[in-house]
């Protein structure tokens, strides 16, 4: 079973500019987690779907952070325009069954963001 | 809110030396446990996990036991290897309609020959 797949691995940005990242989640997971992850912490979540739904979006910075999920599937969060401060690991994990409330999020590799 | 909080790293042992990584929580409810494990470059994977009180996950010689009277889930491994060597982070969720995972910092962990 292929895992959850991201791209970039990485990317480096001028402050100001746009940038998204891609997550193709794991076949048949119908959950999909971001999550940012800063230098010396853990990853903290962003945002949350169920199939093409977000259905926690509370911890999105909404003035520059848009996520999308179309079909249900792949989804890709973006960032316009980013700051210096947006350099970070971003994360995207999958689980199979929502509404169980324990089940397992497998992660992807991650994109290494750094804003210049 | 829910909190987890992990010892600070990093640790530096010496292979076949003992580990243990000390876990505590905040949470409501009855939460699950998580230890998951970051190698260099790569992304996070669950090592172990636990969903209820007296529960021990365990996994590549890893252990933790979900003890909810101390609210606590250390990881603890008898003999370590070098290939041991990464990120260690203790997670929890509570579950009911709140499914995200809340991460300790991490606690970095170099296991030399």
């Known amino acids: 079973e292929a895992g959850v797949v991201q791209s970039p691995r990485y990317k480096i940005i001028e402050k100001k500019q746009p940038v998204a990242f891609w997550c193709n989640p794991i076949s048949g997971h119908n959950t999909l987690y971001w999550y940012l992850q800063n230098l010396g912490q853990g990853p903290e979540l962003l945002i949350r779907y169920e199939n093409e739904e977000a259905v926690d979006d509370s911890q999105l910075p909404k003035d520059r952070f848009s996520a999308e999920r179309l079909k249900g599937v792949d989804s890709t969060l973006k960032i316009q325009p980013a700051e210096l401060g947006d350099s970070a690991v971003y994360l995207c994990a999958s689980s199979r069954n929502p509404g169980q409330g324990k089940d397992t999020q497998y992660f992807g590799p991650g994109t290494r963001l750094t804003v210049l | 809110g829910d909190s987890v909080t992990q010892m600070e790293g990093p640790v530096t042992l010496s292979e076949e030396a003992f580990l243990t990584i000390n876990c505590t929580y905040t949470?409501?409810?009855?939460?699950?446990l998580f230890w998951y494990v970051q190698y260099p470059g790569e992304g996070l994977q669950l090592l172990l996990k636990a969903t209820k009180a007296d529960d021990k996950g365990s996994n590549k010689g890893f252990e933790a036991t979900y003890r909810k009277e101390t609210t606590s889930f250390h990881l603890e491994k008898g003999s370590v290897q070098v290939s041991d060597s990464a990120v260690y982070f203790c997670a929890l969720s509570s579950g009911g309609s709140n499914y995200k995972l809340t991460f300790g910092k991490g606690t970095l962990l170099t296991v030399n020959p």
């Open positions: 949470a409501t409810g009855y939460p699950s």
